[in-house]
């Protein structure tokens, strides 16, 4: 495959009788001009390694005394450029180009309605074509005048060249023009009628743009113009090329050069300059080094690279995922206030073709006063999708141009974590994010218990008057004896005793929520348990809440204490998400189960607190023995 994701390039020839195809095929094979011709010349196949663009290139003769007009109908369709020929001192055959050939390639090969792509995602646009004058050594002068406005009637002429296939002049420049045209393609990028760069060609132009302004001051500074070269084409500009650039853009444009360096409109500028100046091959080689394709939407493979995730396993953001994401905060937290306000976010996400965070955040993530996502926010946010939907990340990832040297995809952003449930190991659990299902019947104080979790109170829940749109998650970085931890909490409602799907189930922790004023509310809870986590290796935590509003006895076998520690799980936590009254330690009870799965009380019996301090003990050995992802991490806890 060559460099442009083609297999090869099929170059065909047509016009009149003796204008000189057959001439110009054998002119270019043997170097010189061949004084006897046969009426077609055997298709040939020139390698990659001798064509400009490295793509193996056919080349096809057409002839009308030898072939008929299946013949020529067939190889049209083969074919992925024409060049078509007329003779310079043959009046009669430049009339035929516009009188047969043109109307014929155009029923044969019509253009597509939209973007050059059918509904299949075929390519169906219609065919490129070199227009060449051969036998240019019996005009003393050349006489492009008489083509230019048929290359101007005709969007699909590529080019016009005038050649000799007997003095040699402008052969190997017509076959590379016709292998460019299907290269690296004029329409996709420019309307000529209106010496202008397409409306998909700007927008993908622009996200480049905003992806190379690394500092996000709407300039590209000589250091960032330099990564973006390097990037594109493997090499830096000194100092001299970089001004010259400039020069040339404030020549022509008002506003292309600002005082930190070329602006968007200069990028473009320049941009237009390459084509019009026929070196589209350098901002398709940009495009393509974005991720877009020959209709410039970014590539599936772009977009999607090959991620295989295992049953039982999770995705979560490496160390370079992660300073990735940071750097993107930091540099479009403008005013440095440690959170991203709606235009800050907006800008971070423009590269995006949608912004894919909604007004929600606020009640998925910690945010500030105002709603706008702090640092932590933001990373519980981008963990919460990538546990979720990673495919989803691996989108947004590409949009917003991840890329570390070496690799060309957004995998090394990504890690795939194995369950850590199963086997009742006592090592420390080396994944970062947990999801927690926070489960029990309808009207328990759910919503509210994952809400307590950003900290929100039942009283600023009630006055927002946003129960029916409040999220399923919520996502929350928490310490862990010195570790950086996101909790996930999912908002499952039971509907009944046996009413939950093992999606339902399967988490790392279950905290399985009853009402402490209502005495028929635990009788749920505990037939939950007992039907669907007593035989697993889930950590499961019960957590009884209205607790201010004082316990009532429950109407069941046994008192919820006795119930645990009957089962070996921790005592029932007391929770109430009244202001004055909520309190973390219940997540960090949730977070330190998940992060720590073997643990359970069961190895002491008696009073939760002597529980809990031996869990400490043994967690803080733990800790000192592995601290990579604490280090990982440790960045986001000065967010
Ligand atoms: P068909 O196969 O009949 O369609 O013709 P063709 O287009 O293949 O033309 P061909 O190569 O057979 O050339 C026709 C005549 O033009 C021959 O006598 C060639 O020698 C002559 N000829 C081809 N190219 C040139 C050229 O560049 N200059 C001059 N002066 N004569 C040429
Ligand atoms: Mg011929």
């Not at 369709?77 to 050939?101: K, M």
């Not at 043109?102 to 059918?118: N, W």
């Amino acid at each position: 495959m060559g460099p442009f994701g083609r297999q090869d390039v099929r170059i065909l020839l047509l016009g009149e009788r003796g204008v000189g195809k057959t001439s110009l095929i054998l002119s270019l094979v043997s170097e010189e001009f061949p004084d006897v011709v046969p009426p077609r010349a055997e298709e040939i196949t020139i390698p990659a390694d001798v064509t400009p663009e490295q793509v193996p290139t056919h080349i096809v003769d057409f002839s009308e005394s030898e072939q008929t007009e299946q013949d020529l109908a067939r190889e049209v369709q083969r074919a992925d450029v024409v060049c078509l020929v007329y003779a310079v001192d043959d009046t009669h055959s430049l009339q035929q180009i516009t009188e047969r050939w043109l109307p014929l390639l155009q029923s044969l090969r019509p253009a597509s309605k939209e973007d050059g792509e059918s509904q299949s995602g075929e390519i169906v646009s219609a065919i490129p074509i070199i227009l060449v004058g051969n036998k240019s050594d019996l005009l003393e002068q050349g006489n492009m005048e008489s083509v230019l406005p048929i290359m101007n009637h005709y969007a699909e002429i590529e080019t016009c060249v005038e050649c000799s296939a007997r003095t040699l002049r402008n052969i190997s420049e017509m076959f590379y023009y016709a292998q460019k045209a299907v290269l690296h393609p004029t329409a996709p990028l420019y309307i000529a009628e209106d010496r202008e760069l397409t409306e998909k060609c700007k927008r993908a132009l622009r996200r480049i743009f905003a992806i190379c302004d690394r500092d996000g001051d709407g300039s590209l500074s000589d250091a960032e113009l330099n990564a973006f070269q390097q990037r594109c084409f493997g090499t830096s500009l000194q100092n001299r090329a970089l001004e010259d650039v400039r020069n040339v853009v404030r020549r022509h444009t008002n506003d292309g050069v600002g005082s930190n360096g070329l602006t968007l409109s200069g990028f473009l500028f320049l941009h237009r300059l390459f084509i019009q100046r026929g070196r589209h091959e350098t901002t398709w080689t940009v495009l393509r080094k974005f991720g877009y394709d020959d209709y410039l939407n970014l590539s599936r493979d772009y977009l999607h690279p090959p991620l295989r995730v295992p049953p039982g396993c999770n995705t979560e953001f490496s160390a370079s995922g992660w300073a990735f994401l940071v750097q993107l905060f930091e540099q479009h937290d403008k005013d440095k206030d440690g959170a991203l306000n709606t235009q800050e976010l907006a800008s971070l996400f423009s590269p995006c073709s949608i912004m894919p965070w909604g007004q929600n955040l606020k009640y998925s993530v910690p945010t500030n006063t105002q709603g706008w996502p702090t640092l932590k926010g933001y990373m519980a946010q981008w963990s919460l999708m990538t546990y979720l939907d990673v495919r989803r990340t691996c989108e947004l990832l590409a949009y917003l141009g991840y890329h570390t040297a070496g690799t060309d995809n957004q995998l090394s952003a990504i890690t795939v974590t194995k369950a850590q449930r199963s086997g009742g190991s006592k090592k420390r659990n080396t994944r970062t994010v947990f999801m927690g299902h926070v489960i029990g019947p309808p009207g328990v104080g759910k919503t509210t218990f994952c809400q307590g979790l950003l900290g929100r109170t039942i009283d600023e829940i009630d006055t927002s008057n946003l129960w029916c749109e409040l999220p399923r998650y919520v996502a929350r970085q928490l310490s862990v004896y010195g570790q950086s931890k996101i909790l996930l909490l999912h908002d499952v409602d039971a509907l009944g005793a046996d009413s939950l799907s093992p999606q339902q189930v399967s988490c790392d922790v279950a905290c399985l929520v009853y009402d402490a004023t209502d005495e028929h509310s635990f009788e749920h809870v505990a037939r939950l348990y007992l039907k669907y986590f007593a035989e697993t290796s889930i950590p499961v935590l019960i957590v009884a809440s209205k607790w201010e509003s004082g316990p009532v006895r429950q109407q069941y076998l046994q008192q919820p204490e006795t119930f645990c520690r009957k089962h070996r799980i921790p005592p029932p936590h007391g929770f109430s998400a009244k202001a004055g009254r909520l309190q973390s330690d219940v997540y960090i009870k949730l977070a330190t189960m998940s992060s720590f799965p073997s643990w359970r009380p069961s190895m002491l019996s008696g009073n939760s607190s002597a529980i809990w301090i031996r869990a400490v003990v043994g967690l803080a050995a733990a800790t000192a023995l592995g601290l990579i992802v604490a280090r990982t991490i440790r960045r986001l806890n000065i967010g």
